[in-house]
């Protein structure tokens, strides 16, 4: 039975769809960096960890399933999934390297990929533009990845990449006026407010732990589970990391706008974007509260070449547009879509602080392997 945690529609704020100026598409290029700089510990993690033969794989028949989860609309899903379907085939190689038959043959079971991300998902644009000469069958899978999406023990491998920062939904104490997480000044959690700073781990806490169960269920023992996330370093509050203050500025951008009577003031007061960023201490004692998985790797990745150019300021606005449009348009409404971003533009243009985020990178762009625990 499916969980229904998966059925959940609110809170579902799928990336930019299509191709056009806006979409994610065409702004995720941070994004295909991150995946580009996870291709070498990936292939390093899966032949060191994936044991092929304990997975049933003892010859060349069989059905290898792998799930992207929070996979957008492409193209970076489709380098992802390439990169660790190539790295199977390097372990496979090598598992049968003394067996002059097997060794001189392509990689023979067929690979099952299943893409999966909320239902407003523009699933039609990725598989309208899923690269032709694939060696695999696809498959599209919508719903939330915090319920269960695939039946128990089906799975040999999951990963995801820049997803699982993303929470269910917005702690309910965040927007109560009258608690003391109430963010009101901030549209994330800044880390310089203690109820706040709680409301949002707690839900991180409790999101992670249900992607980590669901999981748990779908993967077979000793199955992988590789995803990459934004974490923070010890003492470093999320609005000193590269990506805090980018979105803090967008936040600047909405209190500027009040102020000049073009938004309305409470509606600003209201806003949150749904994105935690953990330490990886706090990641870790989640993963071990849970018990389902060991943690065979948890690295930090090298800094993106991105983190070393200067973006224009409309490529940055379009970049923040391709991810955010949906939270945006959801609260403000369609009409104001435009008009915060162009907003954002010019101000970005007049200060432009990316000088500022290349000097304190502080952002950590954590890798980490999972392996199902074999009870």
Known sequence: MVDEAANVLPGSFPMVGGDGDYSYAKNSSFQRMIIDAAKEMICESIFENLDLKSLGFHDTCGTFKLAD?????????????????????????ADHQDNQQNSSSALEFQVFLFFNDHYGNDFNTLFQTMPPSRKYFAFGVPGSFHGQLFPKSSLHFAHSSSSLNWLSKIPKEILDSRSPAWNKGSIICSGLVKGVSEAYSAQFKNDTEAFLNARAHELVPGGLIVFVLFSLPNGVPMIDSNGGKLHGFL?????????????????????????????????????????????????KLPDPPLMRLKPSPESVASQIRAVFEGVVKEH????????????????????????????????????????????
């Open 69 to 93: 989860f929070g996979c957008s609309v492409g193209p970076d899903t489709f380098i992802a999934v390439q990169n660790i379907i190539e790295a199977i085939q390097k372990k496979y190689r």
């Open 251 to 299: 936040g600047s951008c909405l209190i500027d706008m009040a102020t000049k009577g073009l938004i309305d003031e409470e509606k600003v007061d209201s806003f949150n974007i749904p994105v935690y960023f953990p330490t990886s201490e706090e990641l870790k004692a989640i993963i071990e509260r849970n018990g389902c998985f060991s943690i065979e790797r948890m690295d």
């Open 332 to 375: 403000f409404g369609y009409d104001l879509v435009d008009k915060i971003f162009n907003f954002f533009t010019t101000k970005f243009a007049e200060n432009f602080i990316f000088d500022e985020l290349i000097k304190e990178h502080n952002n950590v762009n954590l890798f980490v392997l999972l392996k199902r625990v074999i009870n």
